[in-house]
């Protein structure tokens, strides 16, 4: 299994970025995919996640209204649209991975997918620098 972030970068406070996460070595729509974000110090927070079983998404107060995560399932890639970017939104954000099946013998899937213990799969992340 293999995740691979890109898009981060430099950008204004109100601007916009659009990340995405290229995986390979599993069956890309039997899994949930979750965007992560860490800031140095910090414990990774969970913000929002995909079902792509299921097509359905889940995002955390601190990603509803601004963000979209998005998955195109024939070129195994996920995607999370970041609008109205605020300095305190900088971080590394990664990409991880779970199988839905896994995910759901633990329970609800979307409580599940925002916790870094319950994904096995993490790219390397990619830095996203928000200047006010």
């Known amino acids: 299994v293999q995740l691979v972030e890109s898009g981060g970068g430099l950008v204004q406070a109100g601007g916009s970025l659009r990340l995405s996460c290229a995986a390979s070595g599993f069956i890309f729509g039997d899994y949930v995919i979750g965007w992560f974000r860490r800031v140095s110090g910090k414990e990774p927070e969970g913000i929002s996640c995909?079902?792509?079983?299921?097509?359905?998404?889940h995002y955390l107060p601190s990603a509803r209204g601004r963000f979209t995560i998005s998955a195109d399932i024939a070129k195994n890639t996920l995607y999370f649209q970041l609008n109205t970017l605020r300095p305190d939104d900088a971080a590394t954000y990664y990409c991880?991975?779970?199988?839905?099946?896994?995910?759901?013998?633990?329970?609800?899937?979307?409580?599940?997918?925002?916790?870094?213990?319950?994904?096995?799969?993490w790219g390397k992340g990619t830095l996203v620098t928000v200047s006010s």
């Open positions: 995909i079902n792509n079983s299921e097509g359905n998404t």
């Open positions: 991880a991975a779970e199988s839905a099946s896994k995910l759901a013998s633990n329970g609800y899937w979307r409580a599940a997918c925002v916790l870094v213990s319950f994904l096995d799969h």
